[in-house]
């Protein structure tokens, strides 16, 4: 059974950072990729970053871009989202989140559509203060 746990969400003043994290475990964590997504309240799940089966591939949103690294690491089934100069508006409860499929290409981030994701996390609360 495949199940995804974040961690690492809270309370952070704006201009202030946070480091999310996703255990994963069930399969062959490197045979997939694997995205982070977010939703705020009263708004569609939305992309944030996505990550190749073996690291050396990423993908962002454009609010992302340039404030957030994604990284994981194969060997402790684990994906982080380092997210710095954080504003209000990425007050969300974020999410990790991994497809059904394997991938075989290196050079494949996953999609950036809720839809093509199997497997998500409960979620953490990431709330951050003006």
């Known amino acids: 059974q495949v199940r995804l746990v974040e961690s690492g969400g809270g309370l952070v003043q704006a201009g202030g950072s946070l480091n999310l994290g996703c255990e994963a475990s069930g399969r062959t964590f490197s045979n997939y990729p694997m995205a982070w997504f977010r939703q705020a309240p009263g708004k569609a799940r939305e992309y944030v970053a996505g990550?190749?089966?073996?690291?050396?591939?990423?993908v962002y949103s454009d609010s992302a871009k340039g404030r957030f690294t994604i990284s994981r690491d194969n060997v402790r089934n684990t994906m982080n989202l380092q997210m710095n100069s954080l504003t209000p508006e990425d007050t969300a409860v974020y999410y990790c989140a991994s497809p059904r499929s394997p991938s075989a290409s290196t050079r494949y981030a996953g999609s950036p559509h809720p839809s093509a994701y199997t497997y998500w996390g409960p979620g953490t609360q990431v709330t951050v203060s003006s």
């Open positions: 990550i190749g089966r073996d690291g050396t591939y990423t």
